[in-house]
């Protein structure tokens, strides 16, 4: 039997050793699916997906359509529901008349109920109203003695929230009421003498024109209420 010398029994083990700890450290190199510091930088035209088990887009940034009105490419963001619906962009969908990029919230309809204004600043959606400043005499407010519903005050809106909620001034004889109408329907409770304030659904779809209108009457014939419209908000579910 040959002798093998001392040295290179040494050497095979020493590679033996290497070989094990380079298949060790192998196994347990970092996820490539994990980033522990650093950017990620997708450029080129590149874009970035996020999609579903059904291979549906959930996150897309990158180029969206359409492009700009010289040519080159809108970058932007959509994010999509699990259901497929967009709930929020970064994009102009009309480049040549709006050439700025508003960010939009969309609800599961694809209507836009919040965006900023892409020309100058602030809100674009929804719309705002400021309250009216009512007179503090009460003797200038619009009265009626009549004891059949009659029409005070009377007025446009735009439907933007599922609820409204409305506050109404008053004071009057005992058994007096006042009640709100939205398109010649009651919306809420009647109030009395003391005034109106509720919080009720507003029964309109997104976006309609509607006419609000105050109403009010008297118990007994002479009589006599007065009332002010101070707010009407529209507010969530």
Do not use: K
């Amino acid at each position: 039997m040959a002798i093998i010398p001392t040295d290179l029994l040494d050497r095979l083990r020493a590679l033996e050793r290497q070989v094990r700890e380079l298949m060790g450290s192998a196994n347990t190199a970092p996820p490539m699916n994990h980033i522990s510091g650093g950017d990620v930088v997708i450029g080129d035209g590149g874009s970035l997906r996020v999609r579903t088990a059904l291979g549906e887009d959930l996150l897309y940034l990158g180029r969206v359509p359409p492009d700009w009105t010289d040519g080159s490419p809108q970058q932007g963001l959509m994010l999509r529901r699990d259901d497929g619906t967009l709930a929020l962009s970064v994009r102009t969908s009309t480049p040549d008349t709006l050439p700025a990029q508003p960010v939009e919230v969309r609800d599961r309809q694809g209507n836009v109920v919040v965006a900023d204004d892409a020309m100058r600043y602030g809100l674009a959606r929804p719309y705002v109203p400021y309250p009216l400043p009512a007179p503090v005499d009460t003797a200038l407010w619009e009265s009626t003695g009549a004891v059949a519903w009659t029409t005070l005050y009377e007025g446009p809106g735009l439907a933007q929230h599922p609820r409204l909620y409305c506050r109404v001034a008053a004071e009057g004889d005992p058994g007096a009421e006042l009640r709100l109408l939205v398109d010649d329907e009651q919306v809420g409770p009647a109030g009395g003498p003391d005034g109106l304030e509720f919080t009720a659904p507003l029964g309109a779809e997104f976006g309609a024109a509607v006419t609000f209108a105050v109403q009010a009457r008297v118990a007994t014939a002479g009589d006599t209420v007065r009332c002010r419209p101070l707010a009407l908000y529209g507010v969530q579910s």
